[in-house]
């Protein structure tokens, strides 16, 4: 089945600075990638997604790329602010079965 | 406001106790899930129904009964649970039911502590 890695599992920057959380994984049969933020006492919030058939996509400061070949999907936060602290996660669906990444755990420092 | 509710949001119980966690989605969905969230590891798939039918049940314990009495809701029966079972137990909807596991809305969450 399909396996998802995620790095860092944490991740601490300075406010105004970027982040950069990347995930890998197993099945090329993956062909959606979302991506949630979960904030303290809360569920996941889906944030962004992409598909396969996209390399890259954006909302205001987050951005999302998806490189086929080499299995890997990345998370792109620009312009960090301190609401941006939370936990992250992947996800890639295959054959009707989503499987996440560990998670993320991003401080942005004020 | 998710739009997938949540009752109670945090729950403590013995080990011989009986509980039932609630969940109903608001979003017109046809898929239900129940997810576990242990510290320090990935989400773990519990349960799926699809249109009120379950349609996987990732090798579960039985002491975690699921039940769904219609699209909207959503329910996790609780019985003779063990400390390790204590964790976040997250509720989810997608709207496509013939390929589950589509966008997932999760809810907030039920915090379960077993003593």
């Known amino acids: 089945g399909e396996n998802v890695e995620q790095h860092p599992s944490t991740l601490s920057v300075q406010e105004g600075d970027s982040a950069v959380i990347k995930c890998t994984y197993s099945?090329?049969?993956?062909?959606?990638f979302p991506w949630y933020k979960q904030e303290l006492g809360k569920g996941p919030q889906l944030i962004i997604d992409?598909?396969?058939?996209?390399g890259e996509k954006k909302d205001q400061r987050i951005a999302v790329t998806l490189n086929k070949t080499a299995k890997h999907f990345s998370l792109h936060i620009t312009e960090t602010q301190p609401e941006d602290s939370a936990v992250y996660f992947c996800?890639?669906?295959?054959?009707?079965?989503?499987?996440f990444g560990a998670g993320t755990r991003l401080t942005v420092k004020p | 406001e998710t739009g997938v509710t949540q009752t109670p949001r945090h729950l403590v119980m013995g080990m011989t106790n009986k509980k039932s966690l609630k969940c109903e989605q608001h979003?017109?969905?046809?898929?239900m899930y129940w997810y576990k969230q242990s510290a320090k590891k990935p989400l773990e798939l519990m349960f799926v129904?699809?249109?009120?039918?379950?349609?996987e049940n990732n090798s579960v314990p039985s002491r975690f009964s699921p039940e769904c009495p219609n699209s909207s809701h959503l329910f996790l029966h609780l019985h003779t649970l063990q400390p390790e079972d204590s964790a976040l137990y997250l509720c989810?909807?997608?709207?496509?039911?013939?390929?589950?596991?589509?966008?997932?809305?999760f809810g907030e969450g039920s915090w379960l502590t077993v003593v």
């Open positions: 996800a890639a669906l295959a054959r009707n079965d989503m499987r």
């Open positions: 099945d090329s049969a993956s062909n959606y």
């Open positions: 989810a909807s997608s709207q496509d039911a013939d390929r589950i596991g589509g966008t997932i809305y």
């Open positions: 992409i598909r396969s058939n996209v």
């Open positions: 979003l017109g969905h046809n898929a």
């Open positions: 129904y699809s249109l009120e039918e379950r349609v």
